[in-house]
């Protein structure tokens, strides 16, 4: 069965640094989709990131870049000069005809 | 392209009514999907419709619970004889297809049974 673990409950960070985010997932599939969403308090949960199993090149979006370990079957997200704006909670997400969710890590900002 | 809306926000309602959902998905997105979270943890999967047809449905979800996407349009979420246990945010989510397909989210309804 495929899971999808987030060890880290919260986390923060001081704005402007850099922060890492860890998720690992379980599955027996090659071809697979990996996302991570943000889900600010009481808002909608949006999109951040994702990544193509198939590819070897780790993702990246502005500030906010992925390792993609497919062996290890990890798929950390790096968030760099972080900002208050980033304070969220976070998901990591396996997709294989349906998602799968982390328990999420809420991250927060300090300035 | 307003993103998807769900209705009502919150609901409050009392132990062994049934209740009803709504989510209208973004008017091109053919696949729509419900999740469940309940407090500090990831929403969780109920059951996603291509189109009108419900593909899968998760064996978590007991009897009590259908949904219907009657003309591969808007859906609903119906919870009978609700309980406790059902408090929750139901979520509802439309993209254009799986794979990479970003999943777009509603804000969700809060269901509080009492």
């Known amino acids: 069965a495929q899971t999808v673990t987030q060890s880290q409950p919260e986390m923060s960070v001081q704005e402007a640094e850099t922060v890492t985010l860890s998720c690992t997932y379980d599955?027996?599939?090659?071809?697979?989709?990996l996302f991570w969403y943000k889900q600010p308090p009481s808002r909608q949960m949006i999109l951040v990131i994702r990544?193509?199993?198939?590819?070897?090149q780790n993702a990246t979006e502005n500030r906010f870049s992925v390792n993609f370990q497919k062996a290890a079957k990890s798929f950390s997200l790096k968030i760099s000069d972080s900002q208050l704006g980033d304070a969220a909670m976070y998901f990591c997400?396996?997709?294989?005809?349906?998602?799968?969710f982390g328990s999420g890590t809420k991250l927060n900002v300090k300035p | 392209d307003t993103g998807v809306s769900q209705n009502p926000r919150h609901k409050i309602t009392k132990r062994g009514q049934n209740v009803t959902f709504r989510c209208d998905p973004i008017s091109e997105h053919n696949r729509l999907y419900w999740y469940r979270q309940t407090l500090g943890q990831g929403p969780e999967f109920l059951t996603y419709f291509q189109n009108e047809a419900q593909l899968e449905k998760s064996r978590l979800l007991s009897d009590r619970f259908s949904a219907e996407r009657p003309k591969g349009s808007f859906s609903t979420l119906e919870i009978q004889r609700t309980e406790q246990g059902d408090s929750a945010m139901y979520l509802c989510a439309s993209s254009l297809g799986s794979g990479a397909y970003e999943q777009y989210f509603g804000p969700g309804t809060r269901l509080t049974v009492t």
């Open positions: 599955t027996s599939e090659s071809d697979y989709y």
């Open positions: 990544q193509e199993a198939y590819k070897q």
């Open positions: 997400a396996y997709n294989f005809n349906k998602f799968y």
